[in-house]
């Protein structure tokens, strides 16, 4: 923040810039990843916690066409591996490995029609915390996502969490747009392409710990 101040264009700044991590190249990382530093912290704090995850609900079109969401959400998680992270401890060590791109069978549905709407807010808390707390760092998911129906004339709703080891503020964004893009894709019958992801998870962070270990934190 301080360099911003003092260097107030891209010349200046790129001017002062040390050496870094840098940019990743085009390497294929295979196996077990190391954690990065924010994940040390979580398990050396939490552990083993799968109840620990970051959510988002919005309302949706009343005409929404659920296949079409299945399908683009199993083509989110497919997209990014970082939703598709696992995590082991071997000997008390913590890695981190993605797993096999397939169907998530992440999307439930819950009708919520005919209740009153104290009733309804409690169904709505109670599935909600059921979808969050049925994460799982070990085995998967790492994210759930339902849909909520209220009755005809009445938009539904979306809840999604993710757990915080694979998701901040900023990714949501990301991901959030890729799934609004996927579903359209979907719905209009079309193969789902999405943006590139740039630098997968695992790729980042084994080049943190080449970093570290080159003395470049020290």
Known sequence: TRDVFFSQTVAGLAAGMGSGP?????????????LTPIQHWFFETYGALSHFNQSFAMELAEDIDRVALASALDAVVAHHPALRMRFRCVEGEWSQDVAASERTGALSW?????????ARAAAVAAEALAAASGLDIVGG??????????????????FLAV?????????WRILLGDLESAYQQARAGQPVELAPVGTPLAQ???????YVQATGLD
């Open 163 to 171: 757990h915080h080891l694979v998701v901040d503020g900023v990714s």
């Open 141 to 158: 998911p790492l994210l759930r996502a339902v849909v909520f129906g209220f009755g005809a004339g009445q938009r539904p709703w979306l």
């Open 110 to 118: 819950c009708d919520l029609s005919g209740l009153d709407e104290e």
């Open 22 to 34: 840098g940019l990743i190249d085009d390497e294929v990382v295979a196996g077990p990843a190391p």
């Open 204 to 210: 980042w962070a084994h080049q943190w710990a080449r």
